[in-house]
Protein backbone atom coordinates (compact mmCIF):
# COMPACT_ATOMS: atom_id res chain seq x y z
CA UNK A 1 0.00 0.00 0.00
CA UNK A 2 1.38 3.51 -0.69
CA UNK A 3 2.15 6.18 2.04
CA UNK A 4 0.99 9.33 2.12
CA UNK A 5 2.91 11.28 -0.88
CA UNK A 6 3.38 14.79 -0.70
CA UNK A 7 4.08 17.14 -3.76
CA UNK A 8 5.88 19.08 -4.70
CA UNK A 9 9.19 17.89 -2.46
CA UNK A 10 10.90 21.03 -2.37
CA UNK A 11 9.39 24.59 -3.41
CA UNK A 12 11.06 28.19 -3.58
CA UNK A 13 9.11 31.44 -3.81
CA UNK A 14 9.63 35.00 -2.96
CA UNK A 15 7.94 37.21 -0.56
CA UNK A 16 4.28 38.37 -1.37
CA UNK A 17 3.86 35.04 -3.65
CA UNK A 18 1.40 32.63 -2.59
CA UNK A 19 1.88 28.48 -2.72
CA UNK A 20 -0.45 25.58 -2.84
CA UNK A 21 0.68 22.24 -1.40
CA UNK A 22 -0.67 19.02 -2.09
CA UNK A 23 -0.96 16.08 -0.34
CA UNK A 24 -2.34 12.24 -1.46
CA UNK A 25 -3.06 10.27 2.10
CA UNK A 26 -2.68 6.67 2.41
CA UNK A 27 -5.84 4.54 0.64
CA UNK A 28 -8.58 4.06 2.49
CA UNK A 29 -7.57 7.13 4.86
CA UNK A 30 -10.31 10.12 5.43
CA UNK A 31 -8.88 12.19 7.92
CA UNK A 32 -5.87 14.04 6.40
CA UNK A 33 -3.84 16.98 8.97
CA UNK A 34 -0.94 19.32 7.93
CA UNK A 35 2.23 20.10 10.70
CA UNK A 36 4.47 23.17 10.27
CA UNK A 37 7.87 22.40 11.20
CA UNK A 38 10.67 25.11 11.62
CA UNK A 39 13.98 24.62 14.37
CA UNK A 40 12.94 27.42 16.28
CA UNK A 41 9.20 26.63 16.53
CA UNK A 42 9.49 22.71 16.04
CA UNK A 43 6.07 21.23 14.72
CA UNK A 44 3.11 23.13 14.89
CA UNK A 45 -0.55 22.19 14.36
CA UNK A 46 -1.68 23.63 11.27
CA UNK A 47 -5.40 21.79 10.62
CA UNK A 48 -6.98 18.44 10.27
CA UNK A 49 -9.71 17.72 7.96
CA UNK A 50 -12.01 14.90 7.88
CA UNK A 51 -14.86 13.92 5.15
CA UNK A 52 -14.18 17.24 3.52
CA UNK A 53 -14.86 19.00 6.78
CA UNK A 54 -12.26 20.75 8.74
CA UNK A 55 -12.38 19.14 11.97
CA UNK A 56 -9.43 21.14 14.01
CA UNK A 57 -7.91 24.04 13.50
CA UNK A 58 -4.95 25.73 15.23
CA UNK A 59 -3.44 28.96 15.89
CA UNK A 60 -1.95 30.40 12.48
CA UNK A 61 -3.20 33.13 10.81
CA UNK A 62 -6.14 33.28 8.04
CA UNK A 63 -3.53 33.15 5.47
CA UNK A 64 -2.67 29.52 6.02
CA UNK A 65 -6.33 27.36 4.23
CA UNK A 66 -6.50 24.12 3.41
CA UNK A 67 -9.24 21.87 2.27
CA UNK A 68 -10.01 18.23 1.29
CA UNK A 69 -11.47 16.65 -1.67
CA UNK A 70 -14.15 13.65 -1.93
CA UNK A 71 -11.21 11.21 -2.46
CA UNK A 72 -9.30 12.75 0.87
CA UNK A 73 -6.48 14.16 -1.04
CA UNK A 74 -5.65 17.59 0.84
CA UNK A 75 -4.48 20.96 -0.63
CA UNK A 76 -3.21 23.39 1.89
CA UNK A 77 -2.42 26.87 0.48
CA UNK A 78 -0.58 29.87 2.16
CA UNK A 79 -1.24 33.14 0.80
CA UNK A 80 1.09 36.72 0.71
CA UNK A 81 4.34 34.19 1.55
CA UNK A 82 6.30 35.91 4.62
CA UNK A 83 10.14 34.77 5.42
CA UNK A 84 8.90 33.25 8.63
CA UNK A 85 6.55 30.96 6.18
CA UNK A 86 9.66 29.17 5.37
CA UNK A 87 9.56 25.75 6.85
CA UNK A 88 9.10 21.63 6.16
CA UNK A 89 5.52 21.68 5.72
CA UNK A 90 4.07 17.68 6.66
CA UNK A 91 0.86 16.20 5.93
CA UNK A 92 -0.57 12.79 7.99
CA UNK A 93 -3.17 10.86 7.50
CA UNK A 94 -5.09 8.49 9.44
CA UNK A 95 -8.62 6.33 9.09
CA UNK A 96 -10.62 8.93 10.96
CA UNK A 97 -12.70 6.12 12.31
CA UNK A 98 -11.94 6.83 16.08
CA UNK A 99 -12.86 10.04 17.95
CA UNK A 100 -9.30 10.54 18.99
CA UNK A 101 -5.82 8.80 19.77
CA UNK A 102 -5.44 7.75 16.12
CA UNK A 103 -1.82 6.36 14.51
CA UNK A 104 -0.76 8.95 12.37
CA UNK A 105 1.20 8.02 9.18
CA UNK A 106 3.59 11.03 8.13
CA UNK A 107 4.61 11.89 4.03
CA UNK A 108 8.52 13.31 3.86
CA UNK A 109 7.05 16.59 3.72
CA UNK A 110 7.71 19.90 1.22
CA UNK A 111 10.49 21.83 2.22
CA UNK A 112 9.32 25.73 1.66
CA UNK A 113 11.44 27.89 1.04
CA UNK A 114 10.61 31.80 0.91
CA UNK A 115 13.25 34.38 -0.50
CA UNK B 1 -3.93 23.89 27.34
CA UNK B 2 -1.73 20.93 26.65
CA UNK B 3 1.48 21.20 26.70
CA UNK B 4 4.37 19.18 26.57
CA UNK B 5 8.10 19.26 27.70
CA UNK B 6 11.43 16.89 26.42
CA UNK B 7 14.11 17.30 28.33
CA UNK B 8 17.13 17.75 26.95
CA UNK B 9 17.32 18.80 22.79
CA UNK B 10 20.76 16.32 23.03
CA UNK B 11 21.19 12.97 23.84
CA UNK B 12 24.31 11.34 23.10
CA UNK B 13 25.20 7.16 24.22
CA UNK B 14 27.46 4.34 23.66
CA UNK B 15 25.89 1.75 21.04
CA UNK B 16 24.80 -1.18 23.51
CA UNK B 17 24.14 1.48 26.42
CA UNK B 18 20.53 2.39 27.49
CA UNK B 19 18.68 5.02 25.98
CA UNK B 20 16.51 7.53 27.90
CA UNK B 21 14.46 10.54 26.62
CA UNK B 22 12.18 12.53 29.20
CA UNK B 23 9.34 13.55 28.24
CA UNK B 24 6.75 15.44 31.18
CA UNK B 25 3.03 16.59 29.77
CA UNK B 26 0.45 18.36 31.33
CA UNK B 27 -3.21 17.95 30.18
CA UNK B 28 -6.73 18.94 32.11
CA UNK B 29 -7.80 15.74 30.97
CA UNK B 30 -6.61 11.80 30.85
CA UNK B 31 -4.62 12.28 27.35
CA UNK B 32 -3.16 10.03 24.63
CA UNK B 33 0.42 10.14 24.50
CA UNK B 34 2.70 9.50 21.69
CA UNK B 35 6.30 9.17 20.71
CA UNK B 36 7.38 9.73 17.00
CA UNK B 37 10.75 9.25 15.85
CA UNK B 38 11.66 11.37 12.73
CA UNK B 39 14.79 10.22 10.59
CA UNK B 40 16.99 12.66 7.99
CA UNK B 41 14.98 13.90 5.02
CA UNK B 42 11.78 12.09 6.44
CA UNK B 43 8.73 12.78 7.90
CA UNK B 44 7.84 10.82 11.32
CA UNK B 45 7.10 7.60 12.27
CA UNK B 46 4.71 6.21 14.97
CA UNK B 47 7.13 4.39 17.46
CA UNK B 48 4.33 3.39 19.83
CA UNK B 49 1.51 5.05 21.79
CA UNK B 50 -0.41 5.09 25.15
CA UNK B 51 -4.48 5.40 25.04
CA UNK B 52 -6.02 3.70 28.20
CA UNK B 53 -4.70 0.28 29.91
CA UNK B 54 -1.25 -0.37 30.88
CA UNK B 55 1.03 1.74 31.51
CA UNK B 56 4.07 0.21 30.18
CA UNK B 57 3.80 0.26 26.19
CA UNK B 58 6.27 -1.43 24.13
CA UNK B 59 6.71 -0.05 21.20
CA UNK B 60 8.46 -0.86 17.32
CA UNK B 61 12.33 -1.15 17.24
CA UNK B 62 12.58 -2.59 20.82
CA UNK B 63 11.49 0.99 22.24
CA UNK B 64 8.67 1.62 25.51
CA UNK B 65 7.11 3.97 28.06
CA UNK B 66 6.04 4.44 30.66
CA UNK B 67 3.18 6.68 31.49
CA UNK B 68 3.39 7.49 35.29
CA UNK B 69 0.36 9.79 36.24
CA UNK B 70 1.34 11.07 39.22
CA UNK B 71 4.35 12.48 37.62
CA UNK B 72 2.98 13.16 34.59
CA UNK B 73 5.59 11.69 32.44
CA UNK B 74 5.84 9.64 29.49
CA UNK B 75 9.60 8.79 29.20
CA UNK B 76 11.26 6.69 26.45
CA UNK B 77 13.60 4.08 27.08
CA UNK B 78 15.41 0.99 24.76
CA UNK B 79 17.58 -0.99 26.82
CA UNK B 80 20.35 -1.07 24.29
CA UNK B 81 21.11 1.63 21.97
CA UNK B 82 21.77 0.54 18.16
CA UNK B 83 23.58 2.95 15.65
CA UNK B 84 20.51 3.31 13.74
CA UNK B 85 18.48 4.47 16.34
CA UNK B 86 20.23 8.15 15.91
CA UNK B 87 17.52 10.15 14.73
CA UNK B 88 14.86 13.00 16.26
CA UNK B 89 12.38 11.70 18.77
CA UNK B 90 9.04 13.46 19.45
CA UNK B 91 6.76 12.98 21.99
CA UNK B 92 3.32 14.61 21.79
CA UNK B 93 0.22 14.64 23.22
CA UNK B 94 -3.36 14.35 21.93
CA UNK B 95 -6.97 15.72 24.31
CA UNK B 96 -10.31 16.31 22.60
CA UNK B 97 -12.05 15.01 19.74
CA UNK B 98 -9.79 14.14 16.12
CA UNK B 99 -6.23 13.89 15.68
CA UNK B 100 -4.54 17.33 17.04
CA UNK B 101 -1.00 16.66 18.13
CA UNK B 102 0.51 18.80 20.37
CA UNK B 103 4.25 18.02 19.88
CA UNK B 104 7.12 18.52 22.38
CA UNK B 105 10.82 20.31 20.63
CA UNK B 106 12.46 17.22 20.11
CA UNK B 107 15.41 15.69 21.50
CA UNK B 108 17.94 14.43 19.24
CA UNK B 109 19.69 11.17 19.94
CA UNK B 110 23.35 10.45 18.67
CA UNK B 111 24.92 7.06 19.19
CA UNK B 112 28.51 6.90 19.63
CA UNK B 113 30.22 3.63 18.67
Known amino acids: KAGVTQTPRYLIKTRGQQVTLSCSPISGHRSVSWYQQTPGQGLQFLFE???????NKGNFPGRFSGRQFSNSRSEMNVSTLELGDSALYLCASSLGDRAQGEKLFFGSGTQLSVL | AQSVTQLGSHVSVSEGALVLLRCNYS??????LFWYVQYPNQGLQLLLKYTTGATLVKGINGFEAEFKKSETSFHLTKPSAHMSDAAEYFC???????????FGGGTRLMVKP
Open chain 2, 27 to 32: SSVPPY
Open chain 1, 49 to 55: YFSETQR
Open chain 2, 92 to 102: AVSEGAGNMLT
